[in-house]
């Protein structure tokens, strides 16, 4: 069986940029296992890309219309995989925390 790694929370970000540890590091390579999204009153995205503002797409993820309705996703299996770091282009979101591992 695999060794599980211990799972952390990025600092909620509220506009574009790199996910980053409690201490204000730019995450590395990393799995994300699960996002926590506060939606803003309009539908929006987050867009997840590895590598900076022009690394590679690996997910979008769309919200509801309403500041009233936090949304929070578990990934499967081991998570998605980040190899350089976590970045976010969002739209229309109060915001978003990572769980990572």
Do not use: C, E, H
């Amino acid at each position: 069986m695999a060794m599980q790694t211990d799972v952390q929370a990025s600092v909620p970000i509220t506009g574009d940029g790199l996910f980053t540890d409690q201490a204000a590091n730019n995450l590395g390579r990393t799995r994300v296992k699960s996002i926590y999204i506060v939606p803003g009153a309009s539908a929006g995205s987050i867009v997840f890309k590895d590598g900076g503002s022009g690394g590679t797409t690996v997910m979008t993820i769309n919200t509801v219309a309403s500041a009233t309705q936090p949304t929070y996703m578990l990934m499967p299996a081991q998570g998605v995989l980040f190899t350089t770091n976590v970045y976010a282009d969002v739209t229309n979101i109060g915001s978003v925390t990572i769980f990572y591992g």
